[in-house]
């Protein structure tokens, strides 16, 4: 221990971070002590397992169960639930059980809610008109749900929030109102209120009335609409320049149906998701926290987790698709990671989309100051440009592993990790072909680079 604040127990950390909130744990010791000789001893793992889940008391699944089902215009907003690769199953469940509700995931983490069914209003990062006409929102693990200065909901609406840190007790400054807030396991959590929604009288009468079929047959037409809206927008000549509808559109036709998606587009991440259309638990891994350059090493061990899992099993290999925004990718030393997938063979494909800078940094000022100076300033000026562009797809060659004194680096990296460029939807055509080949039958990496 160096300060006062840190925690004496060490194997405590560990504990603590085990339970939920689950996330990450670093340990720190002095050299002195590390070099110090002890005695080998065991722990009995058994006796060291992290909390188990916590449950709903009856009276907020009652409250919550018929205020969802009573609701004109009910919402569920999520963000984190999807990390249990259970509940998108069961938010399917409920939402199935009450026609006419919407799901917006506000893209925490992982995929909560496959954006097939018809109650998906899709991934958004925390703004959309959804929130505009609730009368009831059930927040189940969200961070923020809403944008007070541009999208809250109206005053009269009823909120309840379920999460494993309804607090956000290490947020500093986090606060939506809510009339009821539980500390709950949002599996065990939904559980409870399907079942009781399943079994209850009164509830299975409410929803008998033909105004929930009704209300179904009309959420299903704006499914459909919304469908088709994004189905136009890609434009797929092969002379067109790339943006992040064709990039997304050509990926979802072109990659594995078993494809992990390791997001980290930033500006790009919400279109890339529209057309991406992720329906599988487990199919979009978005970072969870704050700040750039997560993806590139978590890309890495999503792949060698997801090989750990496959192990002894007869079935294909999975295909890990790691998307990137130049910026972030810039931010978790690029080389290192690519060295890194070179050196351990961990073979993934990474698609950089190269805007030639900084997009989130304008947006967000722009958010603040909509009429400020920013607005009409260039990227140089606000110093968010990356030009002169680096060329990625010459790096990705460039950092694969090659003994220092033998051959040529270039024809040592095409052994292993191969770079691309695309201009044009037709490059990125070609350049996939050359994916799925590389990736999925030789087992190697790949990384294209989207000048966009």
């Not at 992290?50 to 004109?72: F, H, M, N, Y």
């Not at 997001?263 to 487990?282: F, K, W």
Request: glycine letters at 8%; one cysteine or more.
């Amino acid at each position: 221990m160096h300060w006062l604040q840190e925690a004496p127990d060490q194997k405590a950390i560990v504990r603590q971070y085990c339970s939920a909130p689950k996330g990450p744990v670093y340990v720190a010791s002095a050299r002195e002590v590390l070099a110090e000789e002890i005695q080998p001893y065991s722990l009995e793992q058994e006796q060291w397992v992290p909390i188990g889940p916590s449950a709903l008391p009856d009276d907020a699944i009652r409250d919550i169960s018929t205020a969802l089902v009573q609701a004109e215009r009910p919402l569920i907003i999520t963000g984190y639930s999807g990390r249990d690769r259970r509940t998108p199953e069961l938010l399917v469940a409920l939402a199935d059980l009450i026609p006419g509700i919407r799901v917006h995931d506000t893209g925490g983490s992982d995929m909560c809610f496959p954006f097939s069914h018809i109650a998906s209003e899709g991934f958004r990062l925390s703004f959309d008109e959804c929130t505009r006409d609730a009368d009831v929102i059930f927040l189940l693990d969200c961070d923020v749900p809403w944008i007070p200065s541009r999208n809250p909901p109206p005053k009269n609406t009823k909120i309840y929030h379920v999460d494993c840190d309804p607090l956000n007790q290490q947020i500093p400054v986090s606060f939506f109102p809510a009339h009821g807030r539980w500390k709950a396991d949002s599996f065990t959590a939904l559980r409870q209120l399907v079942n009781y929604i399943k079994g209850d009288i009164s509830l299975k009468k409410t929803l008998r009335d033909p105004k929930y079929a009704a209300r179904g047959n009309a959420r299903n037409e704006v499914h459909k609409v919304r469908l088709a809206r994004i189905a136009s927008q890609p434009r797929l000549g092969d002379q067109e320049a790339l943006d992040a509808h064709n990039v997304g559109s050509l990926l979802k036709t072109s990659l594995p149906d078993s494809t992990t998606f390791v997001i980290e587009a930033v500006t790009a991440a919400q279109i890339l998701s529209d057309q991406l259309q992720p329906s599988r638990p487990g199919s979009w891994i978005n970072c969870g926290g704050t700040g750039i350059g997560w993806s590139n090493g978590a890309a890495l061990g999503v792949k060698m987790a997801l090989a750990d899992l496959e192990k002894g099993q007869v079935r294909q290999q999975s295909f890990v698709c790691h998307i990137v925004g130049d910026g972030s990718f810039m931010c978790a030393a690029p080389s290192s990671a690519l060295w890194v997938a070179s050196k351990y063979e961990i073979p993934i494909l990474t698609i950089v989309l190269n805007n030639g800078g900084w997009k989130a940094p304008r947006n967000s000022t722009e958010l603040v100051y909509p009429s400020g100076l920013s607005t009409s300033a260039s990227d140089e000026e606000i110093n968010v440009s990356f030009r002169p562009t680096p060329n990625y797809a010459v790096l990705a060659e460039a950092a694969a592993g090659s003994e220092v004194g033998w051959g040529n680096t270039s024809a040592n990296a095409e052994v292993w990790i191969k770079g691309m460029r695309a201009r044009t939807v037709g490059d990125l055509k070609e350049a996939l072909q050359h994916a799925n080949s590389r990736v999925v039958k030789e087992g190697k990496a790949m990384l294209i680079e989207v000048l966009m």
